[in-house]
Protein backbone atom coordinates (compact mmCIF):
# COMPACT_ATOMS: atom_id res chain seq x y z
CA UNK A 1 0.00 0.00 0.00
CA UNK A 2 1.87 3.36 -1.03
CA UNK A 3 1.32 6.68 0.73
CA UNK A 4 -0.40 5.54 3.96
CA UNK A 5 2.11 4.67 6.22
CA UNK A 6 1.80 7.43 9.67
CA UNK A 7 4.09 7.64 12.89
CA UNK A 8 2.28 7.96 15.92
CA UNK A 9 3.91 9.36 19.08
CA UNK A 10 1.42 9.86 21.78
CA UNK A 11 2.21 8.35 25.52
CA UNK A 12 -1.27 8.25 26.70
CA UNK A 13 -1.46 4.57 26.14
CA UNK A 14 -5.32 4.70 26.08
CA UNK A 15 -5.83 7.80 23.07
CA UNK A 16 -2.33 5.81 21.29
CA UNK A 17 -4.28 2.58 20.96
CA UNK A 18 -7.40 4.44 19.78
CA UNK A 19 -6.00 6.01 16.93
CA UNK A 20 -3.90 3.29 15.59
CA UNK A 21 -7.22 1.23 15.90
CA UNK A 22 -8.80 3.88 13.89
CA UNK A 23 -6.55 4.72 11.69
CA UNK A 24 -5.65 1.23 10.61
CA UNK A 25 -9.14 0.57 9.85
CA UNK A 26 -9.43 3.04 7.48
CA UNK A 27 -6.41 1.27 5.63
CA UNK A 28 -3.41 3.21 7.14
CA UNK A 29 -0.56 1.40 8.37
CA UNK A 30 0.79 2.52 11.60
CA UNK A 31 3.71 2.49 13.56
CA UNK A 32 3.17 3.75 17.36
CA UNK A 33 5.66 5.41 19.69
CA UNK A 34 5.32 6.43 22.98
CA UNK A 35 7.87 8.55 23.88
CA UNK A 36 9.61 11.62 22.22
CA UNK A 37 13.49 9.51 21.81
CA UNK A 38 11.74 6.45 20.53
CA UNK A 39 9.54 8.41 18.02
CA UNK A 40 12.99 9.81 16.72
CA UNK A 41 14.37 6.12 16.34
CA UNK A 42 11.33 4.52 14.23
CA UNK A 43 11.78 8.33 12.08
CA UNK A 44 14.82 7.02 11.19
CA UNK A 45 14.27 3.49 10.68
CA UNK A 46 12.06 3.68 7.94
CA UNK A 47 10.15 6.53 5.80
CA UNK A 48 6.97 7.76 6.45
CA UNK A 49 4.08 9.60 4.58
CA UNK A 50 2.56 11.87 7.66
CA UNK A 51 3.92 11.87 11.22
CA UNK A 52 1.19 12.74 13.95
CA UNK A 53 3.19 14.26 17.17
CA UNK A 54 1.83 14.65 20.58
CA UNK A 55 3.38 17.87 22.39
CA UNK A 56 3.39 16.97 25.81
CA UNK A 57 5.73 13.85 25.56
CA UNK A 58 8.71 12.36 27.67
CA UNK A 59 12.64 12.67 26.69
CA UNK A 60 11.73 15.26 23.50
CA UNK A 61 8.57 16.75 23.75
CA UNK A 62 6.79 17.60 20.31
CA UNK A 63 8.16 20.66 19.34
CA UNK A 64 11.55 19.39 20.20
CA UNK A 65 10.84 16.15 18.23
CA UNK A 66 9.79 18.21 15.26
CA UNK A 67 12.59 19.88 14.62
CA UNK A 68 15.26 17.18 14.97
CA UNK A 69 12.79 15.69 11.99
CA UNK A 70 12.77 18.81 10.24
CA UNK A 71 16.39 18.75 10.26
CA UNK A 72 16.51 15.82 8.32
CA UNK A 73 12.89 15.56 6.10
CA UNK A 74 11.62 19.29 5.03
CA UNK A 75 8.57 17.84 2.94
CA UNK A 76 7.12 14.55 5.10
CA UNK A 77 3.74 16.70 6.77
CA UNK A 78 3.37 16.88 10.65
CA UNK A 79 0.30 17.20 12.77
CA UNK A 80 0.12 18.04 16.22
CA UNK A 81 -2.09 16.65 18.81
CA UNK A 82 -2.14 19.56 21.42
CA UNK A 83 -4.40 20.01 24.95
CA UNK A 84 -2.56 23.50 24.39
CA UNK A 85 -5.22 26.06 22.64
CA UNK A 86 -3.08 29.42 23.47
CA UNK A 87 -1.45 31.09 20.57
CA UNK A 88 1.75 31.45 21.35
CA UNK A 89 1.67 27.20 21.23
CA UNK A 90 0.71 27.15 17.87
CA UNK A 91 3.13 29.79 17.19
CA UNK A 92 6.10 27.42 18.86
CA UNK A 93 4.50 24.66 16.82
CA UNK A 94 4.22 26.44 13.30
CA UNK A 95 7.93 27.64 14.63
CA UNK A 96 9.13 23.62 15.04
CA UNK A 97 7.45 23.12 11.61
CA UNK A 98 4.73 21.51 11.85
CA UNK A 99 1.91 21.50 9.30
CA UNK A 100 -1.02 21.19 10.95
CA UNK A 101 -2.93 21.14 14.76
CA UNK A 102 -5.79 18.96 16.34
CA UNK A 103 -7.05 20.36 19.63
CA UNK A 104 -7.42 17.72 22.15
CA UNK A 105 -10.23 16.29 23.08
CA UNK A 106 -10.62 16.17 19.25
CA UNK A 107 -12.95 14.22 17.29
CA UNK A 108 -11.48 11.12 15.10
CA UNK A 109 -12.95 12.04 11.93
CA UNK A 110 -11.20 15.63 12.27
CA UNK A 111 -7.73 14.10 12.77
CA UNK A 112 -8.19 11.39 9.70
CA UNK A 113 -9.75 14.62 7.66
CA UNK A 114 -6.45 16.69 8.23
CA UNK A 115 -4.78 13.31 7.45
CA UNK A 116 -6.56 13.21 4.30
CA UNK A 117 -5.89 16.74 3.24
CA UNK A 118 -2.30 16.96 4.47
CA UNK A 119 -1.34 13.57 2.33
CA UNK A 120 -3.26 14.94 -0.56
CA UNK A 121 -1.11 17.90 -0.81
CA UNK A 122 1.86 16.16 -0.11
CA UNK A 123 1.27 13.67 -2.62
CA UNK A 124 0.78 15.98 -5.07
CA UNK A 125 4.56 16.73 -5.27
CA UNK A 126 5.66 13.72 -4.57
CA UNK A 127 3.68 10.90 -6.73
CA UNK A 128 5.97 9.08 -8.76
CA UNK A 129 5.71 8.54 -12.37
CA UNK A 130 3.83 5.26 -12.95
CA UNK A 131 1.67 4.87 -9.40
CA UNK A 132 -0.30 2.04 -9.93
CA UNK A 133 -2.62 -0.34 -7.53
CA UNK A 134 -3.36 -3.48 -9.09
CA UNK A 135 -5.42 -6.46 -8.20
CA UNK A 136 -5.58 -9.38 -10.31
CA UNK A 137 -6.04 -8.25 -13.90
CA UNK A 138 -7.68 -5.27 -12.81
CA UNK A 139 -5.29 -2.00 -13.08
CA UNK A 140 -5.63 1.71 -11.65
CA UNK A 141 -3.07 4.27 -12.49
CA UNK A 142 -2.98 6.99 -9.99
CA UNK A 143 -1.29 9.36 -11.75
CA UNK A 144 -3.33 9.08 -15.12
CA UNK A 145 -6.05 8.10 -13.62
CA UNK A 146 -6.47 5.22 -16.24
CA UNK A 147 -8.42 2.16 -15.32
CA UNK A 148 -8.24 -1.19 -16.92
CA UNK A 149 -9.20 -5.20 -16.46
CA UNK A 150 -7.04 -7.20 -18.99
CA UNK A 151 -6.02 -4.48 -20.91
CA UNK A 152 -9.14 -2.94 -21.92
CA UNK A 153 -10.00 0.75 -21.00
CA UNK A 154 -12.92 1.11 -18.81
CA UNK A 155 -14.01 4.55 -18.19
CA UNK A 156 -15.09 5.71 -14.67
CA UNK A 157 -16.82 9.19 -13.06
CA UNK A 158 -14.77 10.79 -10.89
CA UNK A 159 -16.53 9.43 -7.71
CA UNK A 160 -16.71 5.78 -9.04
CA UNK A 161 -12.76 6.45 -9.46
CA UNK A 162 -12.53 7.04 -6.25
CA UNK A 163 -14.80 4.49 -4.93
CA UNK A 164 -12.84 1.85 -7.01
CA UNK A 165 -9.43 3.40 -5.31
CA UNK A 166 -10.91 2.93 -1.94
CA UNK A 167 -11.39 -0.79 -2.57
CA UNK A 168 -8.88 -1.36 -3.97
CA UNK A 169 -6.45 0.70 -1.24
CA UNK A 170 -8.28 -1.90 1.45
CA UNK A 171 -7.87 -5.09 -1.35
CA UNK A 172 -9.03 -8.24 0.62
CA UNK A 173 -10.64 -6.64 3.10
CA UNK A 174 -14.46 -6.02 4.22
CA UNK A 175 -14.66 -2.09 4.38
CA UNK A 176 -18.67 -0.86 5.60
CA UNK A 177 -20.65 1.53 4.24
CA UNK A 178 -19.86 3.76 6.88
CA UNK A 179 -16.17 3.44 5.90
CA UNK A 180 -17.21 3.86 2.70
CA UNK A 181 -19.55 6.97 3.23
CA UNK A 182 -16.48 9.06 5.46
CA UNK A 183 -13.27 7.79 3.17
CA UNK A 184 -15.33 8.53 -0.01
CA UNK A 185 -17.66 11.32 0.28
CA UNK A 186 -15.99 12.64 3.52
CA UNK A 187 -19.54 12.65 5.50
CA UNK A 188 -21.14 10.28 7.59
CA UNK A 189 -24.38 8.99 5.58
CA UNK A 190 -27.86 8.90 7.10
CA UNK A 191 -27.66 5.08 7.41
CA UNK A 192 -31.19 4.92 5.64
CA UNK A 193 -29.22 6.01 1.94
CA UNK A 194 -28.97 3.69 -0.59
CA UNK A 195 -26.45 5.92 -2.42
CA UNK A 196 -23.10 3.69 -1.69
CA UNK A 197 -25.05 0.78 -3.05
CA UNK A 198 -26.20 2.56 -6.07
CA UNK A 199 -22.14 3.69 -7.10
CA UNK A 200 -21.03 0.01 -6.36
CA UNK A 201 -23.43 -1.31 -8.53
CA UNK A 202 -22.18 1.56 -11.21
CA UNK A 203 -18.82 0.48 -10.59
CA UNK A 204 -19.01 -3.16 -11.06
CA UNK A 205 -21.34 -3.24 -13.88
CA UNK A 206 -18.61 -1.29 -15.61
CA UNK A 207 -15.34 -3.32 -13.55
CA UNK A 208 -17.00 -7.05 -13.19
CA UNK A 209 -19.75 -7.45 -15.41
CA UNK A 210 -17.58 -7.67 -18.75
CA UNK A 211 -15.62 -10.18 -16.97
CA UNK A 212 -15.50 -13.43 -16.44
CA UNK A 213 -14.03 -13.23 -12.79
CA UNK A 214 -15.91 -11.07 -10.34
CA UNK A 215 -13.97 -8.46 -7.79
CA UNK A 216 -16.56 -6.93 -5.84
CA UNK A 217 -18.35 -8.98 -3.71
CA UNK A 218 -20.93 -8.13 -1.10
CA UNK A 219 -21.02 -9.01 2.44
CA UNK A 220 -24.00 -9.32 3.80
CA UNK A 221 -24.76 -7.01 6.61
CA UNK A 222 -21.32 -5.84 6.67
CA UNK A 223 -19.85 -3.93 3.66
CA UNK A 224 -18.20 -4.83 0.35
CA UNK A 225 -14.57 -6.45 -0.78
CA UNK A 226 -12.75 -6.73 -3.37
CA UNK A 227 -11.16 -10.19 -3.13
CA UNK A 228 -8.49 -11.08 -5.37
CA UNK A 229 -8.74 -14.89 -5.57
CA1 LIG B 1 1.09 13.61 26.25
Not at 55 to 84: F, Q, S, W
Not at 182 to 210: C, G, L, Q, S
Request: proline share 3%; charged share 30%; net charge negative.
Amino acid sequence: MEGRSILLVEDEVRIADTLRVGLTENGFEVDVAYDGRLGYKLFQSKPFNLIVLDINLPVYNGYELCKMIRATDMEVPVIMLTALSGLEDKIEGYDAGADDYVIKPFEFRELLMKIRVLLRRSGDKRTPVGNFLRAADLQMNLDTKEVSREGVSINLTAKEFQLLEYLLRNKNRVVSRADIAVNVWDIDFDTNTNIIDVYINYVRNKVDKPFEKKLIQTQVGMGYILKES
